[in-house]
């Protein structure tokens, strides 16, 4: 962790407070992946990884490496120091960015992440801010083995319950499934699920797929199991239920996600 060396560059460190003079974002190995959300009035307004670890070997990004660390913003630090949380020596961070969202209405953000364990392989999980420290607040249980991952396309009330659901391609390469979950504080439920469709291809830093909303409710656009079409999911009960867009292209996609 850079702890030390947010110390060494603060104006004073005492007490566990620091008043920082260098961002900490600023800093990281992985500045791909921080988060802004400019709406939030909450404490957590920014969120990143930081410190690479080889002990996970599994390439799925195209990197050697995984972040252990999830950095986010607390109060009173303004945006310099922040808080860190490392996680212990079974895990890594095997994802893009953090997702800030206030999944529960409180004002504050939640930060919605993969992670992945040695043994099990991934799973997505849900941290909160307490008012002093990042807690796992929830998660899905773990695919079982390691080396399996789930790429996270975001989060939105889908059902239009009221209550906000996570979605994600479990095994993008290999069960290409889209899996929706719905957040109680310190539960998530799996809404609905259906395969044949893909949001990653092995060795790319980014997840291809985007949450939208054209005044119909909110949608999951994703591909094809076979990269060919570009297709708009929706939750309709427990089921879900897709409709063509079109070829797929990136082009197509970004289009898509603007309402174009």
Known sequence: MRVGLACALALFCAGGAAACTVDQASLTAYPGSVTVDATTRGA????????????????????????????????????????????????????????LVDLDGDGTDEVIVARSHRRF???????????????????????????????????????????????????????????????????????????????????????????????QGPEILTADSDWQRLLATRVQGAQLVARDLGPWSTAALEAASACR
């Open 44 to 99: 957590i307004g920014r969120a990143w990884f930081d410190d690479p670890v080889t002990r996970y070997r599994h390439f799925v990004l195209g990197r050697q490496d995984e972040p252990e660390t999830l950095w986010v913003d607390a109060p009173g630090n303004h945006g310099l120091c922040g808080h860190a949380l490392t996680l212990e020596a079974d895990h890594v961070f095997e994802d893009v960015a953090p997702r």
């Open 121 to 215: 392989g991934a799973q997505l999980a849900v941290y909160r801010w307490t008012g002093s420290n990042l807690v796992l607040d929830a998660a899905t249980p773990y695919i079982g083995q390691p080396r399996r991952w789930l790429a996270i396309v975001g989060a939105g009330d889908f059902d239009g319950d009221g209550a906000v659901e996570i979605a994600y391609i479990d095994r993008p390469h290999l069960a290409r499934t889209l899996r929706v979950w719905r957040y109680t504080p310190g539960a998530l439920t799996q809404v609905a699920a259906v395969s044949g469709l893909t949001n990653h291809r092995i060795g790319d830093a980014h997840i291809s797929s985007a949450i939208r909303d054209c005044g």
